[in-house]
């Protein structure tokens, strides 16, 4: 009678053993469909000039953006600076975009950069682009990171202090 209670209680245990490793299983098959990886994502459309035509700008290839939207009108020491502090931040692992949203004033724009001798193309944004960089007055940058932080500054020097948290 014995040698069928110690069987019967080997048996109870090799089952309770495989029900909690498949409960185990479980658990760690939901952790891992659960770790999302993160994504830079910015409302509306960036379009990248390209030979005759523009291509569409996708953001989720990089770790951060700042956009930059301006008034060129000329060289002022001021606008300068800001523009010529965009061409460094990709030593930061950040990408900068100048924006324009109308064809002529990206136009002019990039005719001021090429200029200055500054190597970057001024995309062309558009309304859903305008209302998300919250545009009321010139300058203004947004600084976007892949963990979802947005940094927003105005004025001369916004560039620069949107990588310090507007300080």
């Not at 999302?36 to 990089?62: K, Y």
């Not at 008034?71 to 930061?92: A, K």
């Amino acid at each position: 009678m014995k040698k069928i209670q110690l069987g019967s209680f080997l048996f109870l245990i090799t089952i309770f053993s495989h029900i909690a490793c498949d409960s185990n299983q479980s658990e760690t098959d939901l952790q891992e469909t659960v770790s999302v990886e993160e994504t830079l994502s910015i409302p509306g459309n960036i379009l990248l000039p390209e030979a005759d035509d523009f291509t569409e700008f996708n953001e989720e290839e990089h770790e951060a953006v700042l956009l930059y939207c301006w008034l060129p009108m000329g060289e002022y020491p001021e606008s300068t600076n800001d523009l010529q502090f965009l061409s460094t931040v990709h030593e930061h692992n950040i990408t900068a975009i100048p924006v324009q949203f109308s064809t002529t004033v990206r136009n002019v724009s990039q005719t001021q950069l090429n200029e200055m001798g500054i190597s970057l193309s001024v995309a062309l944004g558009d309304d859903s682009l305008k209302n998300f960089m919250g545009i009321n007055s010139l300058p203004t940058a947004v600084l976007v990171r892949k963990d979802g932080s947005i940094e927003r500054a105005t004025g001369f020097g916004c560039a620069e202090r949107s990588l310090r948290g507007n300080q």
